[in-house]
């Protein structure tokens, strides 16, 4: 009986190291992407990136206006936000100074396009290989 304790508290301190360490890992799969915005464009004018799960991080450099972030399949019409990948817009809106980030999203292999209707940038390409 004391063996069948001893294999059942084993077996269950296993599975819960095999489920930390999961977790762990998965949240190690997280990139960040930094984007920069002046005004009327982004700094960085193209992406590529590999397929994954990205945090996006935009930055106003005196832009003089509040930015944001807006994120879509290449060849989607921008203007429905239907066709915006939400979990990419930043949590709340990028005030002058400021940086602010995405949720996680995940990406798969293919093109993206990226801008800004508030600073009213030009779309850009993001390529996820």
């Known amino acids: 009986m004391k063996k069948l304790i001893a294999t059942l508290v084993m077996t269950l301190t296993l599975l819960v190291s095999v489920n930390a360490q999961d977790k762990m890992m ?28 990205y945090i996006f991080e935009i930055a106003n450099n005196a832009v003089g206006t509040d930015v944001g972030f807006v994120l879509i399949k290449k060849g989607a019409d921008a203007s429905n936000p239907e066709n915006h990948i939400k979990t990419a817009y930043v949590t709340s809106v990028v005030k002058g100074g400021e940086t602010q980030t995405s949720s996680a999203t995940t990406l798969a292999k293919g093109e993206y396009t990226y801008f800004c209707p508030l600073n009213k940038t030009p779309q850009y390409t993001l390529t996820v290989q």
Not at 32 to 46: D, N, R, S
């Open 26 to 53: 998965k949240h190690d799969a997280v990139k960040t992407v930094a984007l920069e915005q002046t005004t009327g464009e982004f700094t960085q004018k193209g992406l590529t990136i590999s397929e994954g799960t």
